[in-house]
């Protein structure tokens, strides 16, 4: 950690941002009583629910105990560090960099600032008006320097003159070293440092600052560095600042809703082209495409396409009108889902508009490279490949797979047109209990084949809800390839059963069972439309002297289906 | 008189003069090859070189695992007209996910599909029920050995460098209701378009056992003579 020379920082501090964040989007006023909960407390309260003696970290009961009409909201950290845009927009009226240390709290530097409003209270009071104004939120502005001070300073709304922090922080509690910390894994560290410092009768900030340095190195670890760095007034990291840039974005609006696909080819070319022209006159070029449409029933639709594809002699935009191209196509015809979630394909319907963005930008020249030379030359190969491949076959015609989680082997795979950006359904690191156990199976078919399983006797076998085995299976017939004449001829061999008419499916010859395991239980999404039960079983199949075949069957809802071969 | 050794020695002293002024060696054909995962030294001596053909005969897993070390390596991946094809298994064995695509309905476009993966690509797995002819597969053959990339086939494949067949397989860890599937040995025939003769190689293709070293198996086809004779022709 090399010390970093103090900046005096102006920072703007939201009481309560995450209750304020979520009664803003819950519509509430500004004086109804809420609390935001996170696990079994508090984590949040508003004014109007302080005053009724509610408290954070307290249970929802005893809220609730202090005052009934108090309204609970979920935490999300998203939506609070969403709604914390709009207040740095507004602040960015009045100072050209913010950094967002946290949600609820931004930092300025604030010489440059000050000197350009004047003085500081002049840059506290612009700050203010703009953010009420601007975002509708009260904020407080303090300033002092390093980061601890400042903190501390917008907490109370004073201005602390330049080196006098060590003095100001000096009779602070220790606790309020929990305020610099940023994320909730550095939080719980900080409180359990503050815990043990006050117990071995540290109590305030400046005790901890007159301990040596190596000393509390020695006995705290990097934490105490932290802690007693801040605690002297010092600053960790000069703060991170963002800029604001216009996105290069091109929207077309259709004149009449868009229906059918000979109407989007032109506007795809066109708006392509236009991106391209766009990024051309930036001088950028982008890694991603954010392709976004707006339908006639007012829904908004939106995919991330990948591309590597330079600005030269127009070739981004054929790249980018195909994909926009079947990107439209596949919405039109309800085919591919929309939004981000993932979730439900959208009923066809007219389009009114379409968007392109460009994101990732990097100005041009400035392209990421491999640690040796240039971008690898099989790399491009195989994108340009790909992209060929998927002009002859259309968006679904090349896949790109990754694993996800889920328990059948099917499930476990997550495929999406190359050069898509989609992230799984469902994360691997969760347990999945109840999962197919390893090895893999190296076959499984898109979708579970018809299977017939046996016992001594030649009767169907079926599992109980119990998962009773009605007898030992000892004949497996599965289904016969497509190309067997002689499956065929014996299925419409009057022997086989039929008479006249054959249907259902063509079965091989029985194969008899050399050992097998299971059946497994698998109850899948109970509460969902696509729930399934089903029991599996493995299952060793003798073919000749030496030759064994591993299946995985599946036994749900009276029939047995084969869901993977190991072969 | 000349001992027998002394006569190998200047009749290869010939040869290699030949070899010389016409400009043709068999290096040539020493391809530089690309990484194999160690289980399969057995089944590939001289590893899996660069615009060969291999056809496999009866095992996914085979063709995963020929193509796994490779990938593992940087190599980009096709899979055409593989439909079924074990995502999960590919990951186990080492494919990178990431440079794997499949194209697993190429219908009647078949064969310029599986030409444009031969050109970009460096392993190209091909499913068994491509619609590909006999002269395509001899233009991809060529393509493949012009752009020096692998085309792993399922499925015979006429004039393939090296046609491996999976003949015999045992799995152990099932019971009669208990276990589960725990370990595979696989028997494979190797056959080589140069050399002429069959072996059978058995490997621990899956389970805790892979990383031990292959059991070759004795059962040696009857073309053993004719090697011996014909030193490597």
Not at chain 1, 59 to 67: E, G, H, S
Not at chain 1, 460 to 472: D, E, K, M, Y
Not at chain 1, 520 to 531: I, K, Q, T, Y
């Amino acid at each position: 950690m090399s010390v970093v020379t103090v900046v005096r920082r102006a920072v703007l501090w939201v009481p309560d941002w995450p209750v304020v964040a979520a009664m803003t989007e819950a519509g509430l006023g500004a004086d109804a009583p809420a609390a935001v909960l996170h696990g079994r407390g508090l984590v949040a309260v508003s004014a109007a629910a302080r005053s009724a003696g509610v408290r954070r970290g307290s249970t929802r009961r005893l809220a609730q105990r202090a005052c009934p009409e108090l309204v609970i909201l979920p935490h999300d950290e998203g939506r609070d560090s969403r709604r914390f845009e709009a207040v740095a927009a507004a602040a960015e009226q009045v100072v050209s960099g913010v950094e967002i240390t946290r949600p609820g709290l931004l930092a300025i530097p604030a010489d440059g600032a000050a000197r350009f409003h004047g003085s500081e209270e002049a840059l506290a009071e612009a700050l203010v008006g703009a953010v009420a104004e601007q975002a509708g939120v009260e904020c407080a502005v303090g300033a002092a320097d390093g980061l601890l001070a400042a903190v501390l300073a917008a907490r109370s709304s004073e201005l602390v003159p330049a080196g006098a922090s060590r003095d100001y922080l000096a009779p602070a509690p220790i606790d309020s070293l929990a305020l610099a910390a940023m994320e909730r894994v550095q939080r719980t560290e900080v409180d359990r440092l503050a815990s043990v410092l006050t117990r071995l009768g540290i109590m305030t900030l400046g005790d901890l600052a007159a301990l040596p340095f190596a000393d509390v190195l020695a006995r705290f670890g990097p934490v105490g560095v932290w802690a007693h760095r801040l605690a002297s007034g010092e600053d960790l990291a000069p703060p991170v600042l963002r800029r604001s840039e216009e996105d290069i974005a091109v929207e077309h609006v259709f004149e009449d809703p868009a229906e059918r696909i000979e109407q989007l080819t032109h506007a795809a070319a066109v708006a392509a082209a236009s991106l391209d022209q766009a990024l051309l006159d930036a001088g950028v070029r982008c890694g991603r495409v954010r392709i976004t449409a707006r339908t006639e029933k007012g829904e908004e639709l939106e995919r991330v396409w990948r591309t590597d594809v330079g600005t030269r002699a127009g070739a981004f935009a054929r790249h980018m009108t195909d994909r926009v191209r079947w990107q439209l196509e596949g919405w039109l015809s309800g085919t591919a889902g929309g939004g981000e979630k993932g979730g439900e394909a959208p009923a066809p319907s007219g389009l009114v508009s379409l968007g392109l963005v460009a994101e990732d930008v990097v100005p041009l020249g400035a392209e990421q490279a491999y640690l040796w030379g240039g971008t690898s030359g099989a790399d491009s190969r195989a994108h340009r490949a790909l992209e060929r491949v998927q002009g002859l076959l259309g968006l679904e015609g090349v896949l790109a797979v990754a694993e996800q989680g889920g328990r059948s082997p099917r499930d476990r795979v997550h495929a999406a047109p190359w050069g898509q950006e989609a992230s799984p359904a469902r994360a691997v690191a969760h347990p999945w209990p109840g999962r197919i156990p390893d090895p893999p199976p190296a076959t499984v078919p898109p979708v579970a084949r018809p299977a017939l399983v046996l016992d001594a006797g030649g009767s169907p076998v079926t599992i109980s809800r119990r998962l009773a085995v009605s007898a030992p299976p000892t004949w497996v017939r599965l289904e016969a390839e497509a190309s067997d004449e002689r499956a065929r001829a014996a299925n419409r061999h009057p022997s086989s059963g039929h008479v006249g008419h054959v249907e259902g499916p063509v079965w091989d010859r029985p194969r008899p069972v050399e050992s097998w395991a299971g059946p497994w239980p698998v109850s899948e999404r109970w509460w969902s439309e696509d729930a399934s039960r089903r029991a599996y079983v493995q299952v060793a199949l003798r073919d000749g002297e030496d030759e064994v075949t591993a299946v995985l069957l599946a036994y749900g809802g009276g029939a047995w289906a084969l869901e993977a071969v190991y072969d | 008189m000349e001992t027998a050794e002394a006569r190998l020695a200047r009749a290869r002293e010939a040869l290699a003069g030949v070899q010389r002024r016409v400009g043709t060696t068999r290096e040539r054909w020493e391809a530089p090859a690309l990484p194999l995962a160690p289980m399969l030294d057995q089944v590939m001596p001289q590893g899996l070189r660069r615009g060969q053909v291999v056809s496999v005969v009866g095992s996914t897993s085979l063709m995963l695992a020929l193509a796994a070390a490779a990938s593992e390596e940087g190599s980009w991946t096709a899979a055409v007209g593989m439909p079924s094809l074990g995502v999960v298994a590919a990951a186990r064995r080492g494919l990178d996910l990431a440079r794997l695509a499949l194209m697993p309905h190429p219908g009647a476009q078949a064969a310029t599909v599986a030409g444009a993966c031969v050109d970009g690509m460096d392993v190209v797995l091909l499913g068994p029920r491509l619609a590909l002819s006999d002269a395509d597969r001899r233009r991809l053959a060529s393509r493949a050995r012009e752009r020096g990339s692998v085309i792993l086939a399922e499925g015979p494949w006429t004039g393939a460098h090296v046609a491996l067949t999976a003949v015999a397989s045992r799995w152990h860890g099932l019971g009669a209701g208990d276990g589960r599937l725990r370990g595979r040995e696989l028997t494979v025939r190797v056959e080589e378009r140069r050399g002429g003769l069959a072996r059978l190689v058995t490997l621990p293709i899956e389970g805790a056992s892979v990383g031990v070293a292959p059991v070759r198996r004795g059962a040696e086809a009857p073309s053993m003579s004719l090697r011996a004779l014909g030193g490597a022709a």
